[in-house]
């Protein structure tokens, strides 16, 4: 009896990650947009819509990212949101770009500038889809695990909105994960 409950047990966590394998075996290579002109993609983002994460879990409302350009290629990234508490918290990273000047396909870092050789420390933050008016934007990763719905305003139109899930959703991306973010505006 303990063999069978075992294999059961067993095959209950293991058919899930087979298939889930299975699966994303199937799919495409996520792909990009062709190009980013950075000094226009830098500047404020409001987080509409994110897959939930364990790195932003205490984030409740109000969560923004902010891009300058710091030289040599690199971007000094700023993500803030606020706290149940009310209190908002920010935190201060750096991107960099991967391969020619107008690459869509950055990593990010927020662990301290002396762990930068690691390459542990840098997350893939690729921009997957961006609007001709850099006004709203996707940001994924190779594995889809990861996607953040950014816009330039708090609010985004709402045929835009079902326009860029449509898009995503093509991309093998599962829009149904998607959380949507609150602006309280203060």
């Known amino acids: 009896m303990r063999f069978r409950t075992l294999l059961l047990w067993t ?29 226009r ?28 350009v710091s030289g040599a290629g690199r971007v000094e990234v700023t993500n ?6 009310g209190a908002m918290e920010d935190a ?6 991967i391969g020619a000047a107008d ?10 500038a002396w762990l ?3 390459p542990a420390v840098w997350g893939d933050y690729w921009i997957v889809d961006l609007d001709r008016d850099y006004t709203l934007a996707a940001v994924s990763e190779p594995k889809r695990e990861y996607l953040w719905i950014l816009s330039r305003t708090p609010t985004v139109d709402a045929e835009a909105y079902r326009s860029l899930l ?3 959703k093509a ?4 829009i149904d994960k998607l959380a949507v973010t609150p602006h309280t505006g203060g």
């Open 103 to 112: 690459s869509p396909k950055l990593q990010v870092r927020f662990a301290p």
């Open 11 to 39: 095959a209950g966590f293991l058919l899930p990650a087979l298939v889930a394998g299975a699966q994303e075996a199937t799919l495409a290579p996520l792909e990009t947009i062709p190009g980013v002109d950075v000094a």
């Open 41 to 68: 993609y830098v500047g404020r983002w409001y987080e509409i819509a994110k897959f939930p994460n364990r790195f932003q879990a205490q984030c409740v409302s109000d969560a923004v990212a902010q891009y300058r």
């Open 116 to 118: 930068s050789f690691l």
């Open 171 to 174: 991309k093998g991306l599962d």
């Open 166 to 168: 449509a898009r995503l």
């Open 92 to 97: 201060v990273g750096a991107a960099r770009q």
């Open 80 to 85: 803030q949101c606020r706290l149940e508490s």
